[in-house]
């Protein structure tokens, strides 16, 4: 029997039902239905491609946030596919969390998986279905395709034969896996197939490497050649590391599950070929995969998409570099920085700093120029691990918030709390004037303040404001006694006039602090410190500890045009009992 009948027949008996699907178990069926896109030339088309496992990252929003600038300034196409073949792993509701945590950073997908007007899961686009568990019948169309040509079979290893497998190579430092004498299933027939099969025997289908690899060529496709069987090797180049070169892949490699779900090696490529992915960026913990990836493009006869394997996020821990860790590391998870209120303006123009060398450099040239107008580049990347810096991006953050507008600064605080704090939200949102008038308070001329990096730590120092928040924290100047306190406070309540400009404010305090004994400048009390009780500096600590309830504080005129007649009484009472 020839091998042509000998691999029909082993299609037909494990695939005879693609038969009557609307493919007709003809691959070239899915050529037509997900066409070449109509985009410019030279446009990016990338994907993120997570599994629904719950956990949201700041590895998925650097990785994301990559892809879809790549797309964008191309003039491309940015998806979301879920990559939900593995069923143990899913969490319920992971991808609406995974979508409103990137929007919340300001990223977003031209199609693919999306929320609709109900927050609950659609699509969009014409490459779907998006979700990887929905595109079975797919697989398995190219799957028999590779079967009725002899590059994959049916695998039949138990689990303990391939335990007992392992344990050999290992204690023989063998390379692991299934392979030459492993691949125990690898010339089966379809007879014998069938007959374990009725024996309901399990069985994975597995790639055949060694029909894969036996061609003795040199095939240069889409960046990588397939070097001969002589050299062993794959040499390919990387969108960011530039030339790499592996060994070739050897391994029957498991392409579709006992359950009849694909591993993420097989379905990823198909799906990012039918789907005319152009570039994959993804992290390094990909590469010792990629030319098992790059073998099944080949294989399959599609021209693989440019990879771009970027390098990991890592932190400082006791002198030494080491990978941020999910249980170690708070500052990994996306709600450490929606909880904290950093603005998602500063995570991505921190992020470009981390992406791209010649970041910095562009923003000193162009301060007010938005993000999108920086173009990115793989080539600029780094590939040895990113060091993340938090004091850098509050530094960043500090400077984003400063050239913002306080009304706009209002808003995402209101947006901050609404979230995070009902009652914050409560109290800010019942007079958003007054909120912006507080947060423009320091920002007016050509150094504005530049020292708050999140809305946590805005309204921790702000909070003074309102009633409800409101308390003594810092303790009198020490030179001050009690009677001076009540006496002080007492003169600046008979004389204080909102009307007053800032010259005659502060001289009405300066006749406070001579009438009390107090030197009306500082530097008069440090050239005679026995003629005074202290200086014009303390009485003013004082007023502003009663109003205020912190020793430093901005601008105390600004602070009490805004706090009114009525609460600046009730303060000074309060600070009398």
């Known amino acids: 029997m020839s091998n042509e009948k000998k691999n029909i027949l082993m299609a037909d008996l494990l695939f005879s039902h693609m038969l009557n699907e609307p493919s007709g178990g003809d691959t070239s069926y899915y050529e037509d239905v997900y066409p070449p896109r109509d985009?410019?030339?030279?446009?990016?088309?990338?994907?993120?491609?997570?599994?629904?496992?719950?956990?949201?990252?700041?590895?998925?929003?650097?990785?994301?946030?990559?892809?879809?600038?790549?797309?964008?300034?191309?003039?491309?196409?940015?998806?979301?596919?879920?990559?939900?073949?593995?069923?143990?792993?899913?969490?319920?509701?992971?991808?609406?969390?995974?979508?409103?945590?990137?929007?919340?950073?300001?990223?977003s997908f031209d199609e693919g998986v999306a929320l609709n007007d109900n927050m609950r899961i659609a699509e969009r686009g014409d490459y779907g279905p998006y979700h990887q568990s929905q595109r079975r019948e797919i697989y398995h169309a190219f799957i028999r395709k590779l079967l009725l040509e002899g590059k994959a079979y049916p695998c039949f290893l138990t689990e303990d034969e391939l335990?007992?497998?392992?344990?050999?190579?290992?204690?023989?430092?063998?390379?692991?896996?299934?392979?030459?004498?492993?691949?125990?299933?690898?010339?089966?027939?379809?007879?014998?197939?069938?007959?374990?099969?009725?024996?309901?025997?399990?069985?994975?289908?597995?790639?055949?490497?060694?029909?894969?690899?036996?061609?003795?060529?040199?095939?240069?496709?889409?960046?990588?050649?397939?070097?001969?069987?002589?050299?062993?090797?794959?040499?390919?180049?990387?969108?960011?590391?530039?030339?790499?070169?592996?060994?070739?892949n050897e391994l029957d490699v498991v392409l579709l599950k006992s359950d009849g779900i694909p591993t993420y090696h097989f379905a990823h490529v198909i799906d990012d070929h039918l789907m005319r992915t152009t570039h994959v960026i993804r992290g390094e913990e990909w590469l010792s995969s990629l030319p098992i990836h790059l073998q099944l493009f080949d294989t399959l006869g599609f021209e693989p998409p440019v990879y771009c394997h970027s390098t990991v996020l890592m932190k400082v821990d006791n002198g030494k570099k080491r990978k941020l860790s999910k249980r170690k590391d708070p500052e990994l998870s996306l709600e450490y920085y929606r909880e904290d209120g950093?603005?998602?303006?500063?995570?991505?123009?921190?992020?470009?700093?981390?992406?791209?060398?010649?970041?910095?450099?562009?923003?000193?040239?162009?301060?007010?120029?938005?993000?999108?107008?920086?173009?990115?580049?793989?080539?600029?990347?780094?590939?040895?691990?990113?060091?993340?810096?938090?004091?850098?991006?509050?530094?960043?953050?500090?400077?984003?918030?400063?050239?913002?507008?306080?009304?706009?600064?209002?808003?995402?605080?209101?947006?901050?709390?609404?979230?995070?704090?009902?009652?914050?939200?409560?109290?800010?949102?019942?007079?958003?004037?007054?909120?912006?008038?507080?947060?423009?308070?320091?920002?007016?001329?050509?150094?504005?303040?530049?020292?708050?990096?999140?809305?946590?730590?805005?309204?921790?120092?702000?909070?003074?404001?309102?009633?409800?928040?409101?308390?003594?924290i810092?303790?009198?100047?020490?030179?001050?006694?009690?009677?001076?306190?009540i006496a002080i406070l007492k003169s600046y309540g008979a004389s204080f006039n909102l009307d007053d400009d800032r010259e005659v404010w502060f001289a009405k305090i300066r006749q406070i602090a001579t009438m009390g004994g107090y030197a009306a400048k500082p530097k008069d009390f440090k050239n005679e410190p026995e003629k005074y009780k202290g200086h014009v500096g303390d009485v003013s600590e004082v007023i502003r500890i009663a109003l205020v309830g912190r020793a430093s504080s901005p601008d105390l005129y600004e602070i009490q045009k805004i706090l009114g007649v009525d609460e600046i009484r009730t303060r000074l009472a309060y600070a009398m009992t």
């Open 163 to 248: 335990s007992d497998v392992r344990a050999y190579q290992e204690s023989n430092r063998e390379t692991p896996g299934v392979y030459g004498k492993y691949a125990k299933y690898r010339n089966i027939t379809a007879e014998q197939a069938g007959n374990l099969i009725q024996g309901e025997n399990k069985y994975v289908i597995r790639l055949n490497a060694a029909a894969v690899n036996g061609a003795n060529r040199l095939l240069p496709i889409g960046g990588a050649d397939y070097a001969s069987e002589e050299k062993h090797t794959v040499t390919v180049r990387d969108g960011i590391r530039g030339e790499l070169t592996f060994p070739q």
């Open 342 to 472: 950093y603005h998602p303006q500063a995570i991505l123009e921190y992020l470009l700093t981390v992406i791209n060398s010649n970041f910095e450099e562009w923003r000193d040239a162009n301060p007010d120029a938005p993000i999108s107008e920086f173009e990115m580049t793989t080539e600029k990347m780094g590939v040895s691990g990113i060091l993340f810096d938090l004091d850098k991006l509050e530094d960043i953050s500090k400077n984003v918030l400063a050239k913002m507008p306080a009304g706009e600064l209002a808003d995402f605080m209101i947006r901050w709390a609404r979230i995070n704090d009902e009652d914050v939200y409560s109290t800010i949102n019942a007079d958003r004037e007054k909120l912006e008038r507080i947060l423009d308070i320091g920002r007016s001329g050509n150094k504005p303040r530049k020292d708050l990096a999140y809305a946590s730590q805005i309204w921790n120092f702000i909070n003074y404001f309102y009633d409800d928040y409101f308390e003594i």
């Open 474 to 485: 810092d303790p009198w100047p020490a030179n001050v006694s009690e009677g001076d306190v």
């Open 39 to 107: 985009i410019p030339a030279g446009a990016a088309v990338t994907r993120l491609g997570p599994s629904p496992t719950g956990f949201i990252h700041l590895g998925n929003l650097y990785t994301a946030f990559m892809n879809e600038k790549l797309s964008r300034q191309t003039g491309g196409v940015f998806f979301l596919r879920i990559e939900d073949t593995d069923n143990k792993r899913e969490v319920e509701g992971a991808a609406i969390s995974l979508i409103t945590s990137l929007a919340h950073f300001g990223v």
